[in-house]
């Protein structure tokens, strides 16, 4: 026990290291304004005063690392026309910062100017960030400040702020109560069973059982007989579960958070850019073409220390197994964030502290198994197999990494068709391996071939043939057991298959206005379909629901079908750009598709999950209760012919005259 609290004792002093210090900086007081000065041309004009002994930098172009103040703008239509120019005379120094060279500062106050071109049209608020360079002698420090500076003679806004909350839609109050289930409060304990359900979905996500064998290579180094290996075994399990709960603190000391914060980390481009690069080194590891291990030094010092030491290197692969399964588990945490905080911050603590358990049980059982790996005869062999046919998986997973940013920032390199090459050239390169054609390290020609590695290689094989198909042009409604894995059909390389969704195109896409007026022209409702590049369970519902005659048939002939994707990173139109506040007065800048269909969603139908599905009327009326991922064909028809049907028996006019 004693072992415990010291372990979760230096857990928490960890995380409180692991935060950066608070550096002493100097508190400047800010003016910004501008100034028209002709057709689309601006002068901004930036003021600052700083307390002593401060200073800030000036134009410094001969001294390396020192450049003037920066401007940046929120805006790819605003364009820096000159220099930025100060207004008066710096004062000279011979600065100890720079080795006694003389630099330009200014004390006190400073003016600095910025002429800027606008193309198109104004904002009325031109949004961005100035950093200066700021020292005393003795520290430097470069210093960032957001600005706002509204702007004169700007275009008339687009009002797409109005769209976000809608009055109309009630949750509890639906025309019919058919379909999903209504709002609910439910008690701690539910909501720690929630979360605990989650927890095992996220088990079986890509992001988590990559780190399996990580885990296994951790505890099979570290843990030299069975009690050890219990012992670590169980508190790898506990630092799971802490790391989760601690997520929750925050929000008790905060209080509120935008609901969509998980999501948006989690299909952010250079987070999963990041996440590719990760896994791709750790399949060289399992390769065989290096070793992760810590620095011989550090590893000599953890031998001839205590226990702590080893405490310490389990708790830091319980924080990586967080940080890594990060990509798949923020979807679901971001569900359980905005079912809970209506009630405060512990239901929040509740939800994580299941997600956290239901996580750690199956890692913390796992980590007692690697021990007993090492009684077992003959098992080097084998185990290095295991651990190379692991690596080919994880190559496959990489991609999906790279897929998922290339998506939400349509850059067009990884097609659906080339997605499905690759994974065909890992597959067909694991069959290699397996038949022993294929020579990796540590192994050797002429080597035996087991029985279940030829079965394993022919069904690598199998897999090959299998997505061969999905590359053709004919192969767009193919695949369906790896429907969610692969881009949408619609990401295509063939110009027939890019407009194709599962066999059902959208009326329109991220276009919620076209929506609802073809909605009222045709007297039809609204189908509102909030979905996202990489939502998994969305390609799902599309390739295995969606594509069904029956519900093609009926959505095309009943609904207006409009996609809102909540993670698609393109800017919307300068004017449609926004800062939204909620009823809590929490501010967040809606600048892309993404951040506006996230928070229309969170906002109006209390989810930030998808994919979800919701019916309004041409008045905006909630029709019947919203549905998520529906994988039962009839099931999904059954409810969006309660939707239609409840649409017919409420048309708008016997509203108002109620």
């Known amino acids: 026990m004693k072992i415990k609290i010291i372990g979760v004792v230096f857990g928490l002093a960890t995380l409180l290291l692991l935060c950066p210090a608070a550096k002493a900086q100097p508190t400047v007081k800010w003016l910004f304004t501008s100034q028209k000065t002709g057709a689309g041309t601006y002068a901004l004009h930036v003021s600052g005063t700083l307390p002593a002994p401060w200073h800030v930098y000036g134009i410094n172009d001969a001294i390396d690392g020192l450049s003037a103040p920066v401007f940046t703008f929120e805006y790819e239509n605003v364009k820096a026309a000159s220099?930025?120019?100060?207004?008066?005379?710096?004062?000279?120094?011979?600065?100890?910062?720079?080795?006694?060279?003389?630099?330009?500062?200014?004390?006190?106050?400073?003016?600095?100017?910025?002429?800027?071109?606008?193309?198109?049209?104004?904002?009325?608020?031109?949004?961005?960030?100035?950093?200066?360079?700021?020292?005393?002698?003795?520290?430097?420090?470069?210093?960032?400040?957001?600005?706002?500076?509204?702007?004169?003679?700007?275009?008339?806004?687009?009002?797409?702020?109005?769209?976000?909350?809608?009055?109309?839609?009630?949750?509890?109050?639906?025309?019919?109560?058919?379909?999903?289930?209504?709002?609910?409060?439910?008690?701690?304990?539910?909501?720690?069973?929630?979360?605990?359900?989650?927890?095992?979905?996220?088990?079986?996500?890509?992001?988590?059982?990559?780190?399996v064998p990580v885990t296994v290579s951790f505890f099979?180094?570290?843990?030299?007989?069975?009690?050890?290996?219990?012992?670590?075994?169980?508190?790898?399990?506990?630092?799971?579960?802490?790391?989760?709960?601690?997520?929750?603190?925050?929000?008790?000391?905060?209080?509120?958070?935008?609901?969509?914060?998980?999501?948006?980390?989690?299909?952010n481009a250079w987070l999963n850019l990041a996440f590719f690069v990760v896994f791709i080194f750790f399949a060289l590891s399992f390769f065989g073409f290096f070793e992760i291990s810590l620095p011989s030094n550090i590893a000599t010092k953890a031998n001839s220390q205590s226990g702590l030491s080893n405490i310490s290197g389990i708790f830091?692969?319980?924080?990586?197994?967080?940080?890594?399964?990060?990509?798949?588990?923020?979807?679901?945490?971001g569900s359980l964030l905005v079912g809970s905080l209506s009630g405060g911050a512990w239901p929040l603590t509740a939800g994580l502290g299941g997600f956290g358990a239901a996580l750690a049980l199956p890692f913390g059982l796992f980590a007692i198994f690697p021990n007993l790996l090492k009684s077992l005869p003959k098992s080097g062999g084998w185990l290095d197999t295991v651990k190379k046919v692991l690596a080919f998986v994880e190559v496959a997973l990489a991609f999906k990494f790279l897929s998922n940013a290339d998506l939400v920032m349509h850059w067009g390199i990884l097609k659906r068709e080339t997605f499905l090459i690759v994974w065909?050239?890992?597959?067909?390169?694991?069959?290699?391996?397996?038949?022993?054609?294929?020579?990796?390290?540590?192994?050797?020609?002429?080597?035996?071939?087991?029985?279940?590695?030829?079965?394993?290689?022919?069904?690598?094989?199998?897999?090959?043939?299998?997505?061969?198909?999905?590359?053709?042009?004919?192969?767009a409604g193919r695949l369906q057991l790896l429907s969610g894995f692969p881009p949408p059909v619609s990401y295509s390389l063939y110009k027939n298959n890019t407009k194709a969704t599962g066999g059902l195109g959208a009326d329109?896409?991220?276009?919620?206005?076209?929506?609802?007026?073809?909605?009222?022209?045709?007297?039809?409702?609204?189908?509102?379909?909030?979905?996202?590049?990489?939502?998994?369970?969305?390609?799902?519902?599309?390739?295995?629901?969606?594509?069904?005659?029956?519900?093609?048939?009926?959505?095309?002939?009943?609904?207006?079908?409009?996609?809102?994707?909540?993670?698609d990173r393109k800017?919307?139109?300068?004017?449609?750009?926004?800062?939204?506040?909620?009823?809590?007065?929490?501010?967040?800048?809606?600048?892309?598709?993404?951040?506006?269909?996230?928070?229309?969603?969170?906002?109006?139908?209390?989810?930030?999950?998808?994919?979800?599905?919701?019916?309004?009327?041409?008045?905006?009326?909630?029709?019947?209760?919203?549905?998520?991922?529906?994988?039962?064909?009839?099931?999904?028809?059954?409810?969006?012919?309660?939707?239609k049907e409840t649409f017919d028996k409420y048309p708008m006019q016997a509203q108002a005259k109620n």
């Open 508 to 567: 329109v896409v991220n276009d919620y206005e076209g929506a609802l007026k073809l909605s009222d022209s045709l007297h039809k409702p609204l189908l509102i379909d909030f979905t996202g590049w990489a939502c998994v369970n969305c390609r799902k519902m599309e390739e295995n629901v969606w594509s069904q005659p029956s519900v093609k048939d009926y959505i095309n002939k009943n609904y207006i079908l409009v996609s809102l994707y909540v993670d």
């Open 424 to 475: 065909t050239v890992v597959a067909l390169g694991l069959a290699a391996y397996l038949f022993g054609l294929l020579l990796l390290p540590h192994d050797y020609k002429g080597q035996k071939i087991s029985t279940g590695r030829k079965i394993l290689g022919v069904a690598a094989l199998l897999f090959a043939i299998y997505l061969i198909p999905g590359t053709l042009p004919s192969g």
């Open 83 to 211: 220099k930025p120019v100060f207004a008066t005379e710096p004062q000279h120094i011979k600065d100890g910062v720079f080795n006694n060279k003389t630099t330009a500062i200014y004390t006190g106050s400073f003016d600095i100017t910025l002429q800027v071109n606008i193309s198109g049209a104004i904002p009325p608020v031109l949004k961005g960030t100035i950093t200066v360079y700021t020292g005393n002698e003795k520290e430097f420090y470069p210093l960032e400040q957001p600005f706002d500076i509204t702007l004169e003679g700007a275009s008339q806004a687009a009002s797409t702020g109005n769209t976000i909350k809608l009055t109309s839609v009630d949750l509890n109050n639906p025309l019919s109560s058919c379909g999903g289930q209504s709002i609910e409060h439910k008690s701690l304990l539910g909501i720690f069973l929630l979360g605990f359900a989650g927890g095992l979905i996220a088990l079986l996500t890509p992001c988590v059982f990559p780190m």
């Open 316 to 333: 830091f692969m319980s924080l990586t197994l967080a940080i890594v399964s990060f990509s798949c588990t923020g979807p679901i945490l």
């Open 571 to 643: 800017k919307l139109p300068v004017l449609e750009r926004f800062t939204y506040e909620n009823k809590d007065k929490n501010k967040k800048d809606i600048f892309t598709y993404g951040d506006r269909w996230a928070t229309f969603e969170a906002e109006n139908f209390g989810q930030v999950s998808q994919p979800l599905y919701a019916v309004v009327d041409n008045g905006q009326r909630l029709v019947n209760n919203p549905v998520g991922y529906t994988p039962d064909a009839s099931e999904y028809l059954k409810w969006l012919q309660c939707g």
């Open 220 to 267: 099979t180094k570290r843990s030299g007989n069975r009690k050890t290996a219990i012992r670590n075994g169980l508190l790898y399990g506990l630092f799971i579960f802490l790391i989760y709960i601690l997520l929750s603190l925050p929000f008790h000391i905060v209080g509120n958070v935008n609901p969509e914060i998980f999501n948006t980390i989690s299909t």
